[in-house]
Each structure stands twice: as structure tokens, then as C-alpha cells.
């Protein structure tokens, strides 16, 4: 888990490449991709998100025709 929302974290430093994914609010679904990158980046992306803010998120409605 990261930050109360269900995750996933995978790093391999052989190929400097990684990858978070979250589920955030039962809702919404984010991922980071990185290649040639320290873990320290994909982590200061993954710190970057504000997940709350992204949870509160309504989702649209198709316009009424």
C-alpha cells in the first residue's frame, strides 16, 4: 500500500527501470513508468502525486443528447 491507497512497486537496477501502480479510492487507476532512471526518481514521481486530491476527483458524465 502507499499512502492508505492499494500499490504496486517494481525496480530492477540492472536495467535502471521501474514501475509504480495504485489504485487510488477504489477509482481511479495510476501508473509510472520509467526507464534509465534511479529508483530515487521513480519514487520522487510517485511522492510528487497528490493521491488525495486525485481520490476527491469526480468522474465525468456523458454529455444528455
Wanted: glycine fraction near 6%.
Amino acid at each position: 500500500t502507499h499512502k492508505g491507497n492499494k500499490a504496486y512497486e517494481k525496480y530492477s537496477e540492472t536495467e535502471k527501470s521501474g514501475e509504480f501502480q495504485a489504485i487510488v479510492n477504489s477509482k481511479f487507476s495510476v501508473e509510472i513508468n520509467g526507464i534509465k532512471v534511479s529508483l530515487d526518481q521513480i519514487n520522487a514521481a510517485r511522492d510528487s502525486l497528490d493521491l488525495a486530491a486525485i481520490g476527491q476527483l469526480k468522474p465525468e458524465t456523458a454529455p444528455a443528447e
